[in-house]
Every structure is written in structure tokens, then in C-alpha cells.
């Protein structure tokens, strides 16, 4: 076996990872994280120690680790048929049973899934299909996304420029000029302390309804947006947010892609977002929560009424032009029936539903009243922890000091893993659904003692 020293050698020397300073990472000042083995919520690293996974990888290994059922299925297809494509009609029995399954669990109106390998290029998909959706129709000029800030959809060219976080831009020459951005339903920082959750509501509405006349109707495709915003800072929306916009892009004749790529597959404690929040999305972007990330795989579940003008326009222009080598690959089709199937047989929806209730009211009662807290906020199997100065002001802390990054840091050396979200002092919670009244105890916990060190 080799020694650690020359893997962590070979790993600066070799290895560009996403994600990471790069230079302090060459420099050796950010150490090599290796990780062998995973069962149920917990990571074990080359040093023999343990981790409580409380982030799920990236908010993706929903069924938890080592679930041999999942291993199999994917053993099994490896031996019988590692690959086959998925162009001019062909498929696999566990690609078309997967299709079936996820119709079956999405509101019903969609309509086909078309897969792919991940988030981003599921919404890279999603924006030509859009594109190609309006050019049918006859509406050329019908082209721009609406997407929001702090929004994160991926970061390729088009799905970098709908992610509405700085890093995901800043010297990349992103945003490209088909993509717009509009408020993030973030009440927490609303700048008037003042405003009701209604209130606010009705602003983030008006200063849509603003950008779109500005643009003007005609010029605007689609609106993207994840039920519950992840990586800009898990904020569930005020309540009634997502009603209010439909209405305006319902009226606009602007179509709804839900990003379920979190949400998707019950990790709001129910099977899709857009059940939870009464969404009627026309595209649905699913990913993650779909193999529980034993193999990648995403999707774009198109609805009804797109479906219908996609088919009739391949009448007029032949082939679609658009497809992956690796588009419903066997062993991600294989690794997602087995995955769908064992959240059913688990009850694991219903188990992350009640444990998440409880780690989101454990984590209140441990550090709602903390001065340095400004925020707990989460719903289902998400928790989220925000850090202020000063909690009536409700004053930040300047982003040098690095608050959340800190407690993160503190945590992880205590044995949990969280996440000090990019863009803020967010420290946020995504645990595996089997996760147990213990571990959320545990989390909880070793939170509080974090935040007591770094913050007193
Ligand atoms: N959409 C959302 C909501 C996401 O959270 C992510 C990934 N964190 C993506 C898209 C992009 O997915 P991927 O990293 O698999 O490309």
C-alpha cells in the first residue's frame, strides 16, 4: 500500500482539484483530505479517524454509505452490460425502468426524462431545450433565463452564468448576455428589518415584474430556480414566494425550470420540491438525490406541454441534435432503480421528514438564543446556522474574518463535517436521511461547542 506522504506528494503534483486554492493547496498550506471507507453517516479518512458526515458528500448520498443493495445492482449491471448508448431509441432495462420510476414520482404533469450526468449539464440541457422549445414555436427572440442571486445551477458556461454567486463569475467572463438575475427570497437579510415576510414577498415580486418589462415579455424563455435555495445559503422562501412568482411567470408566458438537483428524491421530507412549495414546473433538473451519488446520473423530466411542441418540431427538423455518449449510462440506470427502491422500502422520506424536524429544533434550542446567531433556518433535512455580529442590527461579520469557515473548521476537528457555505458566515447541515436521533444529537452538540470556541 502506499504511504500517505506519497499520495498527498503525487496529489499536489497531479491532481487539480474543483473547488480548492490552488495555491495554498500547491503550497502545502491546505493538507490532503483521503478518505477509504463510508457506512451509514460516517467517513473514515487514511489516518483511521472518523467522521459524522452532516453534509452527505454534497447534499448527494441521501440512502447513506455502504448499502451493499446499491453495490450489487451496480456489480451486476457492470457484468452483464457495462455500457450501451441511449441514441435512435436504444436502452437498457434499467434505464427504461428508471425513466418510469421517476415519472412515477413527479407531479403529473411531466411528461418524458431525458438523462444525463450531472447538474450541470442536466440545466445545460435544460437551456437549449428551452431554446429550441421557442425557436418551434416561432418565437426567436424568446431566449433569456431568469435565474436569481445566489442561485447555484452548475457551473459550466451557461449553467456558471445562472449560478448567481461572485466566485462562479469573477474572472471567467460570465455572466453570458442571455442570462438575468433577480432578488434571492433571502428574508433574512432583507434591508428593511422592518418588512413582514409579505411585504417582502411583494418586493421580490414587484422587482421581478420590473426586470420583465424592462426586458421586455417577449424576450424572456424561462425562470430557474431551486425550491429551496442550497449552495447560496440554504433558504427555504417565505411563505407564499413561490405561488406569488408562478402567477407572474404564469402571465408572462415564461416557462418554470425547477432545479430539484438537492431537493429532488425527499430531501425536503417530501418526493419533490415542487410538491412542497405547489410548483408547476415545465422542466424538473434532478441529479444527486436520484443514485444517492453511488454512480452519476441526472435528468431533466420535461412536462406535457413542452413535450407535445418538442415532438411535433423533430417532425420538421429530423434527429434532435442533442445527446451525451453517455446519456442514461446502465451503470448510473442501475444504481438509481436500486436507489429509488430502497428509499421506498426504508421509509427513509419518512424518517429524514421527523429526524430533520428534529435536528432543525435541536440546533434552535441549542443555539437560538447565542448572540452571534442570527439565523437557524432548514426545512426537511436541511439545517442552516448564520452568523452575525451584532444579532439586533442584525450586523455581519466582515467576510475577511472568515467566521463561518472558522466554526466549519472547529467542527471538523471535533469529528463532524458541515459546510461553510461560499458566500456568507453559513454553516450548513445536509445529513444522509437514515441519519439517527443520536447523530442528530451529536451534531448538535459538537455545533454548539464549535461555535462556543470560535465565538464564545
Ligand atoms: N443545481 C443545483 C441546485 C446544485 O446544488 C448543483 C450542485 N451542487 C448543481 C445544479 C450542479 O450539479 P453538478 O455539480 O452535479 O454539476
Request: proline share 4%.
Amino acid at each position: 500500500m502506499l504511504r500517505n506522504d506519497q499520495l498527498a506528494e503525487w496529489d499536489r503534483e497531479n491532481f487539480f482539484h474543483p473547488s480548492t486554492h490552488l495555491a495554498q493547496f500547491a503550497r502545502g498550506e491546505q493538507q490532503s483530505r483521503i478518505i477509504t471507507g463510508a457506512q451509514g453517516c460516517h467517513i473514515e479518512d487514511r489516518n483511521g479517524k472518523k467522521h459524522l458526515d452532516a453534509f452527505a458528500g454534497l447534499y448527494c448520498v441521501n440512502v447513506g454509505y455502504g448499502r451493499t443493495e446499491i453495490a450489487e445492482a451496480i456489480a451486476k449491471q457492470a457484468h452483464e452490460l457495462a455500457y450501451y448508448h441511449a441514441y435512435v431509441g436504444h436502452g437498457t432495462e434499467a434505464s427504461i425502468t428508471l425513466s418510469k420510476m421517476i415519472l412515477d414520482r413527479s407531479p403529473a404533469h411531466m411528461s418524458k426524462v431525458y438523462f444525463g450526468l450531472g447538474g450541470s449539464d442536466a440545466n445545460e440541457t435544460n437551456v437549449k431545450l428551452v431554446w429550441y422549445y421557442n425557436n418551434i414555436l416561432g418565437r426567436p427572440e424568446k431566449k433569456k433565463i431568469i435565474s436569481r442571486w445566489r442561485g447555484y445551477h452548475g457551473s459550466g458556461l451557461v449553467t456558471g452564468s445562472l449560478t448567481g454567486l461572485e466566485l462562479f463569475h469573477k474572472k471567467f467572463d460570465l455572466p453570458l448576455a442571455q442570462v438575468l438575475h433577480t432578488d434571492a427570497p433571502y428574508y433574512f437579510r432583507r434591508d428593511d428589518l422592518d418588512q413582514s415576510e409579505e411585504q417582502f414577498v411583494a418586493q421580490c415580486v414587484a422587482s421581478l415584474e420590473e426586470l420583465i418589462a424592462r426586458e421586455g415579455a417577449d424576450t424572456i424563455a424561462a425562470f430557474i430556480g431551486e425550491p429551496v435555495l442550497g449552495t447560496g445559503g440554504i433558504v427555504p422562501p417565505p411563505a407564499g414566494y413561490w405561488t406569488e412568482i408562478q402567477k407572474v411567470l404564469d402571465k408572462h408566458d415564461i416557462l418554470l425550470i425547477a432545479d430539484e438537483v438537492v431537493t429532488g428524491f425527499g430531501r425536503l421530507g417530501s418526493m419533490m420540491g415542487s410538491d412542497y412549495y405547489g410548483m408547476k414546473p415545465d422542466i424538473m433538473t434532478i441529479a444527486k438525490g436520484l443514485t444517492s451519488a453511488y454512480a452519476p446520473l441526472s435528468g431533466s423530466i420535461v412536462s406535457e406541454r413542452m413535450w407535445k411542441v418538442l415532438e411535433d418540431g423533430t417532425d420538421e427538423n429530423g434527429v434532435i441534435g442533442h445527446g451525451w455518449t453517455y446519456s442514461a449510462h446502465p451503470i448510473g440506470a442501475a444504481a438509481g432503480v436500486a436507489n429509488l427502491k430502497l428509499l421506498d422500502e426504508l421509509n427513509l422520506i419518512e424518517n429524514n421528514r421527523e429526524t430533520g424536524a428534529y435536528l432543525n429544533k435541536a440546533m434552535r434550542d441549542a443555539l437560538g438564543d447565542h448572540p452571534h446567531v442570527g439565523d437557524i433556518r432548514g426545512e426537511g433535512m436541511l439545517c442552516a446556522v448564520e452568523f452575525v455580529r451584532d444579532r439586533d442590527g442584525r450586523i455581519l461579520f466582515d467576510a475577511s474574518e472568515k467566521i463561518g469557515a472558522q466554526v466549519a473548521g472547529a467542527l471538523a476537528d471535533s469529528g463532524v463535517i458541515g459546510r461553510a457555505m461560499p458566500q456568507g458566515d453559513i454553516l450548513g447541515f445536509a445529513p444522509p436521511f437514515c441519519l439517527t436521533r443520536e447523530e442528530a444529537d451529536e451534531v448538535v452538540a459538537k455545533t454548539a461547542d464549535a461555535v462556543g470556541k470560535i465565538l464564545g
